[in-house]
């Protein structure tokens, strides 16, 4: 079970959540491989290199190899956990992914670091506003997005115990706190973490807490703002999508991610599917491609800041 945190400050790292609970999980675990593109230092993973001398493999900027030398781990019953930054981690080796991961049936665990305004001043390579869209594709494949640090811990020891191509996306950094220590959580299942009756946000990632802050300020303007954490993108949470939008005026998605077939096509596709006689606006990226800022300038040049958001969503009420 989640409890909502009660504060709204910074946590820890989303990268050392990431360290702190794949070391964990390799105590326990002497299956459990962890590779890194050259991103030690950037990803903390240089600590589980420390710990676990033989089961850490430097690939080098090679990610595509990354891939395939997890696919081979995996076919000797290895557990091979990688990592590098998101459009490294899906765009640059999809095929990869999909034929020598999905396809062959091995099982890949990815840590895709910096999605979306986060990549900062690393700029518009480096930048993957498309990093869910190309796992989705993969038959199988289980993606989710990090709210905060507590979620990522959760995360990784959760996928230690899944097969398949498991993807989690998150900043490097620390983000707002949204869950109180210990809380867990479910795959496939959305939190709901706001109760309304005329509005509904469905967020993932850090998002998540904007668009609780956006709930809130709403609020005083008179507004009834429901909030659910859709952290898991598939398998989606049909079921709640269909109970919790059924009665709503408005449906608003939020992602840090394009809007085109990450959160809000998901969520489109169900509503459309269904026939939910309810009015959807997708809050994402559109038609746009990264480039170079400060992770707080970038989310407010693409819209996905908190005051951005709401006067959006202003917009549209």
């Known amino acids: 079970?989640?409890?909502?945190?009660?504060?709204?400050?910074?946590?820890?790292?989303?990268?050392?959540?990431?360290v702190d609970s794949l070391k964990e999980v390799m105590e326990s675990d002497d299956s459990v491989v962890a590779l890194d593109a050259d991103l030690g230092a950037a990803s903390g993973w240089s600590k589980i290199k420390e710990n676990f001398p033989d089961r850490f493999i430097n690939v080098g900027i090679s990610e595509a190899n990354m891939v395939g030398l997890s696919a081979g781990l995996s076919l000797t019953n290895h557990k091979p956990f990688i990592h590098t930054f998101s459009p490294f981690a899906t765009r640059r080796?999809?095929?990869?992914?999909?034929?020598?991961?999905?396809?062959?049936?091995?099982?890949?665990?990815?840590?895709?670091?910096?999605?979306?305004?986060t990549a900062g001043p690393n700029g518009g390579t480096h930048t993957s506003f498309e990093d869910m869209a190309l796992v989705r594709m993969i038959p199988g494949s289980?993606?989710?997005?990090?709210?905060?640090?507590?979620?990522?811990?959760?995360?990784?020891?959760?996928?230690?115990?899944?097969?398949?191509?498991?993807?989690?996306?998150?900043?490097?950094?620390?983000?707002?706190?949204?869950?109180?220590?210990?809380?867990?959580?479910?795959?496939?299942?959305?939190?709901?973490?706001?109760?309304?009756?005329?509005?509904?946000?469905?967020?993932?990632?850090?998002?998540?807490?904007?668009a609780l802050i956006v709930a809130k300020e709403l609020e005083e303007d008179g507004y009834n703002?429901?909030?659910?954490?859709?952290?898991?993108?598939?398998?989606?949470?049909?079921?709640?999508?269909?109970?919790?939008?059924k009665d709503k005026e408005k449906v608003f998605t939020i992602e840090n991610h394009s809007i085109n077939n990450g959160l809000g096509s998901s969520v489109a596709e169900i509503i459309a599917e269904n026939n939910i006689p309810v009015k959807l606006h997708r809050i994402g990226v559109n038609e746009r491609f990264g480039q170079v800022g400060t992770p707080d300038f970038l989310q407010r040049e693409f819209g996905l800041d908190s005051e951005s958001i709401k006067q959006n969503i202003l917009n549209h009420l």
Do not use: H
């Open 1 to 18: 079970m989640f409890k909502l945190s009660n504060n709204n400050e910074l946590g820890k790292e989303l990268r050392m959540a990431v």
């Open 93 to 117: 080796v999809f095929d990869q992914l999909y034929i020598s991961g999905g396809y062959s049936k091995n099982n890949i665990t990815i840590y895709g670091s910096d999605p979306g305004f």
């Open 142 to 210: 289980t993606i989710c997005d990090a709210a905060d640090a507590v979620q990522m811990e959760w995360l990784i020891k959760e996928y230690a115990k899944k097969d398949g191509i498991n993807y989690v996306r998150g900043n490097r950094k620390a983000v707002r706190t949204v869950y109180e220590e210990g809380s867990t959580f479910e795959i496939g299942k959305g939190n709901l973490i706001r109760e309304g009756k005329d509005i509904l946000f469905i967020a993932t990632g850090q998002l998540v807490s904007d």
């Open 225 to 245: 703002v429901e909030v659910i954490d859709m952290f898991t993108i598939k398998p989606l949470d049909i079921n709640m999508i269909l109970e919790r939008t």
